[in-house]
């Protein structure tokens, strides 16, 4: 079946510290990877997407590289900010599309000042 | 467009009464999809439709759910009976155009008491 895994959080970090959030996913055909941001009492917002692999999908300084070989779309920034501190989803679409995503648990990233 | 918007954003209810959860999406486009988040499930989906018509309802728990969309701009998720292990966020979800971003509401909070 079509599954994400994602790091277990929580992941707390220092202003202006570097970030990895590991994202691998297991899929049938060729899935649309994403990163999806859950700010505190609010719904989920698109942060960055990749459609095939190698694509670079980036926003807001967030990077994640679709690595086809190693199953993997791994989420990193240089240089994190407080206000960065939010819920991180990794997701995929088969369809190639918004249609039926499947998530991951969720990692929860806090940055202290 | 004021985007997906969902009522009631909170909902405190006693075991055994019944639940109805609404979902405004964003007009004109064919997706709709309702997500119910947990701390210990993360984000399930539980029922999509398309043009109006419910196209896989695989992830609705019981019989107790029931979701109905009776025009595009419209949509609710009832439970009924309601019990304490429903108490989770209800997210409501559309895409913006044909294979495009998610655009998630701000959830409703359920606790059933």
């Known amino acids: 079946g079509n599954s994400v895994t994602q790091m277990e959080g929580p992941v707390t970090l220092s202003e202006e510290a570097f970030l990895t959030i590991n994202c691998t996913y297991t899929?049938?055909?060729?899935?649309?990877l994403f990163w999806y941001v859950q700010y505190p009492g609010e719904g989920l917002q698109l942060l960055l997407k990749?459609?095939?692999?190698?694509d670079k999908g980036s926003n807001k300084g967030f990077e994640a590289t679709y690595r086809k070989e190693t199953t993997s779309f791994h989420l990193e920034k240089g240089s994190v900010q407080v206000s960065d501190s939010a819920v991180y989803f990794c997701?995929?679409?088969?369809?190639?599309?918004?249609?039926?995503?499947?998530f991951g648990k969720g990692t929860k990233l806090t940055v202290n000042p | 467009d004021a985007g997906v918007i969902q009522s009631p954003r909170h909902e405190v209810t006693e075991m055994g009464q019944e639940v109805t959860l609404r979902c405004k999406p964003i007009?004109?486009?064919?997706?709709l999809f309702w997500y119910r988040q947990t701390m210990m499930r993360g984000l399930e989906l539980l029922i999509y439709?398309?043009?109006?018509?419910?196209?896989?309802d695989s992830g609705m728990p019981e019989d107790r759910f029931s979701a109905k969309m009776p025009n595009a701009s419209f949509s609710t998720l009832k439970i009924q009976p309601s019990e304490p292990r429903d108490s989770a966020v209800y997210f409501c979800?559309?895409?913006?155009?044909?294979?495009?971003?998610?655009?998630f509401g701000e959830g409703s909070r359920l606790t059933v008491l």
């Open positions: 007009s004109g486009h064919d997706y």
């Open positions: 899929a049938t055909g060729y899935p649309s």
């Open positions: 990749a459609t095939k692999a190698d």
């Open positions: 439709f398309n043009n109006n018509v419910p196209i896989d």
């Open positions: 979800a559309a895409p913006r155009t044909v294979g495009g971003e998610l655009f």
């Open positions: 997701a995929l679409s088969i369809q190639g599309g918004s249609e039926k995503l499947v």
